[in-house]
């Protein structure tokens, strides 16, 4: 059971590069969300989507951008890659989110990004 | 804005001690509070999920208490094992105004290390 998967899972950019987070999920969940893990913090959302062609901010989208073309993949791109943005970042899906819904998020390993 | 707070931060025990983590949040109006396992290099693992109209759940050698009024959750591990060892997050889940999503609020976790 592949579940959700996140490539790379290591990436070393340079300022002011750009690139793409990739993750896909086989589990045909409607809902899937980008979360960021900065040192001995909790995860902070950053995108969500509810399905594909529908996405939204979540608490710390600058800098960010996202696309949902289809149910499986949920990509998340660095135009402008800046300092402030090395964290480990997991993405995460879910079959229905209904904000009183008890289903549990699925999440993938992490791509741990440095930006210097 | 919820706030959520995981004490101790850090702790090490010996092989078989009974032990309680502790989460706190600041706003009662949630949906459902969650416990999470994070292995390093890994990503989340729902270990239990507490619903606003539930006390308790219990998995196994792990159980977690809600007292919603008061904001606070205990995750009880009974007979630890070397093998529990790794971090554990805290999650609420509430929904935000003009959201559609209950979006989660994480504490910065508690990292535990059991010994041989």
């Known amino acids: 059971n592949a579940g959700v998967t996140q490539t790379p899972k290591f990436r070393i950019l340079k300022i002011g590069q750009s690139m793409t987070l990739q993750c896909t999920q086989d589990?045909?969940?409607?809902?899937m969300y980008w979360y960021r893990q900065d040192p001995g913090m909790g995860l902070k959302l950053i995108y969500y989507?509810?399905?594909?062609?529908?996405?939204d901010k979540g608490e710390v989208p600058n800098g960010y951008n996202v696309s949902r073309s289809t149910t499986e993949d949920f990509p998340l791109r660095l135009e402008l890659a800046a300092p402030s943005q090395t964290s480990v970042y997991f993405c995460?899906?879910?079959?229905?989110?209904?904000?009183?819904?008890?289903?549990?998020?699925?999440f993938g390993d992490g791509t741990r990004l440095s930006i210097l | 804005k919820q706030e959520v707070t995981q004490i101790p931060a850090a702790l090490s025990v010996p092989e078989g001690e009974n032990l309680v983590l502790n989460c706190s949040f600041t706003?009662?109006?949630?949906?459902?509070l969650q416990w999470f396992r994070q292995d390093p290099g890994k990503g989340l693992t729902s270990l239990l999920l507490i619903q606003s109209s539930q006390r308790e759940q219990t998995s196994g050698r792990l159980n977690a208490s809600l007292d919603k009024s008061s904001g606070r959750s205990t995750l009880y591990i009974a007979a630890s094992q070397p093998g529990d060892s790794a971090t554990y997050l805290c999650a609420v889940k509430r929904k935000d105004r003009g959201s559609t999503l209950g979006r989660l609020y994480f504490g910065r976790g508690t990292q535990l290390t059991v010994w041989p």
């Open positions: 589990m045909n969940h409607n809902y």
């Open positions: 989507s509810v399905g594909a062609g529908i996405t």
């Open positions: 995460a899906s879910s079959y229905k989110e209904a904000p009183y819904s008890n289903q549990p998020q699925h």
């Open positions: 706003d009662s109006a949630i949906y459902n």
